[in-house]
């Protein structure tokens, strides 16, 4: 099947592990596949560190437990991507380690305080809630399949989110404060998540017409601010003034002012060259080779497993 003709079906059609692609669409699905599940092994590297920070055991357990969904969700993508054919598991996690693999922007800022968890638990895990929603109906039947799963316990990190946002704006006022200037800071990279605008984006276009993904950036991050500007004033944050966001009454959409964002840091986060790279990529490659000695253990007794069942067959 030539290209020409996956995008003329990718609307309707769908593509499993048996099916006939061209090239072009097995590599663009293995980067957006590799790329998402990437974000969740490094999303859940930030869970754990709110896991140490979290003010009570309740809290510690929950995210503990998000932790655990994370990887499994990067497991289920990792398969999902190896069905391609085009790179292995193993293949993908060494390039996260070694620095070639990509990630979302906003796991490459360390976390410092418990003031932060609700902006990954609750603004990014909700924006994640927006974009793979639209990926139930992917042109990748593993990948959609996969979202089913992945959505259902994304919805309870989203409601975890909420609650620590809830708490800590009901606490002091110098907690709600604290909790304000976090908000701040993070508030123009939540926007940038859903990547760069559409006439800007590398990758969007090929991505529409072979049926990856079936909403554009702009078109998800119009959904984000439309359902948690809302959510954030109503625990009492006030949305920053930069980027500025101005609500069209008429359309019912929100103008956002992009050329007031960090591009130029957005960029070079996406290359993994920003500082805060460096050091989560540096954390991810000491935290493979620390359990290598356990890879080639399995693999060793998988190997002499074989040989043992071989030999009896021989016999």
Same mark, same amino acid.
């Given at each position: 099947?030539?290209?020409?003709?996956?995008?003329?079906?990718?609307?309707?059609?769908?593509?499993?592990?048996?099916? =006939?692609?061209?090239?072009?669409?097995?590599?663009?699905?293995?980067?957006?596949?590799?790329?998402?599940?990437? /974000?969740?092994?490094?999303?859940?590297?930030?869970?754990?560190? $709110? +896991?140490?920070?979290?003010? !009570?055991?309740?809290?510690? @357990?929950?995210?503990?437990?998000?932790?655990?969904?994370?990887?499994?969700?990067?497991?289920?993508?990792?398969?999902?991507?190896?069905? @391609?054919?085009?790179?292995?598991?193993?293949?993908?996690?060494?390039?996260?380690?070694?620095?070639?693999?990509?990630? &979302?922007?906003?796991?490459?800022?360390?976390? =410092?305080?418990?003031?932060?968890?609700?902006?990954?638990?609750?603004?990014?895990?909700?924006?994640?809630?927006?974009?793979?929603?639209? &990926?139930? /109906? +992917? /042109?990748?039947?593993?990948?959609?399949?996969?979202?089913?799963? #992945?959505?259902?316990?994304?919805?309870?990190? #989203?409601?975890?989110?909420? /609650?620590?946002?809830?708490?800590?704006?009901?606490?002091?006022?110098?907690?709600?404060?604290? +909790?304000?200037?976090? $908000?701040?800071?993070?508030?123009?990279?939540?926007?940038?998540?859903?990547?760069?605008?559409?006439?800007?984006?590398?990758?969007?276009?090929?991505?529409? =017409? #072979?049926?990856?993904?079936?909403?554009?950036?702009?078109?998800?991050?119009?959904?984000?601010?439309?359902?948690?500007?809302?959510?954030?004033?109503?625990?009492?944050?006030?949305?920053?003034?930069?980027?500025?966001?101005?609500?069209?009454?008429?359309?019912?959409?929100?103008?956002?002012?992009?050329?007031?964002?960090?591009?130029?840091? $957005?960029?070079?986060?996406?290359?993994?060259?920003?500082?805060?790279?460096?050091?989560?990529?540096? !954390?991810?490659?000491?935290?493979?080779?620390?359990?290598?000695? #356990?890879?080639?253990?399995? =693999?060793?007794?998988?190997?002499?497993?074989?040989?043992?069942?071989?030999?009896?067959?021989?016999?």
């Amino acid at each position: 099947m030539d290209l020409e003709t996956v995008k003329d079906r990718a609307g309707p059609r769908q593509f499993g592990p048996g099916d =006939d692609m061209p090239e072009e669409y097995r590599k663009a699905a293995t980067r957006m596949i590799q790329f998402h599940a990437n /974000s969740e092994v490094m999303g859940g590297y930030l869970d754990k560190e $709110f +896991t140490r920070k979290a003010p !009570s055991l309740d809290r510690k @357990l929950a995210n503990t437990a998000k932790v655990q969904d994370e990887i499994g969700h990067a497991q289920l993508l990792y398969r999902a991507a190896e069905t @391609l054919g085009v790179k292995t598991r193993d293949e993908m996690l060494d390039e996260l380690a070694n620095g070639e693999g990509k990630f &979302l922007n906003c796991f490459h800022y360390p976390v =410092d305080t418990w003031y932060e968890a609700p902006m990954i638990d609750f603004f990014v895990d909700g924006g994640a809630m927006r974009r793979q929603a639209t &990926l139930k /109906s +992917t /042109s990748w039947t593993p990948y959609a399949h996969a979202m089913d799963k #992945v959505c259902f316990e994304e919805g309870f990190h #989203v409601k975890h989110g909420e /609650s620590i946002l809830r708490e800590l704006m009901q606490g002091s006022k110098a907690t709600q404060e604290r +909790t304000q200037e976090t $908000f701040e800071v993070w508030w123009p990279r939540i926007i940038q998540f859903f990547g760069p605008p559409n006439d800007e984006s590398h990758h969007n276009d090929f991505a529409q =017409d #072979v049926g990856l993904k079936t909403a554009t950036n702009d078109e998800l991050r119009q959904s984000f601010l439309n359902m948690y500007i809302p959510k954030a004033e109503k625990y009492g944050l006030e949305i920053p003034d930069t980027p500025r966001i101005e609500y069209d009454e008429e359309s019912g959409r929100y103008e956002l002012a992009y050329d007031e964002l960090d591009w130029d840091e $957005f960029w070079t986060i996406s290359k993994n060259e920003y500082p805060g790279s460096k050091e989560q990529i540096g !954390s991810r490659r000491r935290r493979q080779e620390a359990v290598e000695w #356990v890879r080639d253990a399995l =693999d060793s007794w998988e190997s002499e497993a074989t040989g043992v069942a071989t030999g009896e067959a021989a016999d």
